[in-house]
């Protein structure tokens, strides 16, 4: 099981750092990838940290302010999320690909609730 956590709705130019902790299975063991979806709008990769190497990988519109990190002690990858602007709002997923490299076409075997991040201008 995934959840989620750590949404909330902030101002333009906020920050916010979401949470994806697992429970039944090893996060380590996998890549963890951040999907998104705004209302009327398709889902959307975001971010991803890799099982190999903790590579990462971003998508073009959130490069320079989302990062993503592991705290394999706490079994957790976290989304930290900086200049927020209004198009960032919708559901945060997280969910577990057991692929060792991030791809956001990749099946993933593990899926959160989703998180809601509002921002307003």
């Known amino acids: 099981q995934l959840v989620e956590s750590g949404g909330g709705s902030v101002q333009a130019g906020g920050s916010l750092t979401l949470s994806c902790a697992a429970s039944?299975?090893?996060?380590?063991?996998?890549?963890i990838h951040w999907f998104r979806q705004a209302p009327g709008k398709e889902r959307e990769g975001v971010s991803c940290?890799?099982?190999?190497?903790?590579?990462?990988v971003h998508a073009d519109s959130v490069k320079g302010r989302f990062t993503v990190s592991r705290d394999n002690a706490k079994n957790t990858v976290y989304l930290h999320m900086t200049n927020l602007q209004p198009e960032d709002t919708g559901v945060y997923y997280c969910?577990?690909?057991?692929?060792?490299?991030?791809?956001?076409?990749?099946?993933?075997?593990?899926w959160g609730q989703g998180t809601q991040v509002t921002v307003s201008s």
């Open positions: 969910a577990a690909s057991g692929w060792v490299r991030c791809g956001f076409k990749y099946d993933n075997d593990y």
């Open positions: 039944g299975f090893t996060l380590d063991n996998f890549s």
């Open positions: 940290i890799s099982r190999i190497d903790e590579s990462t």
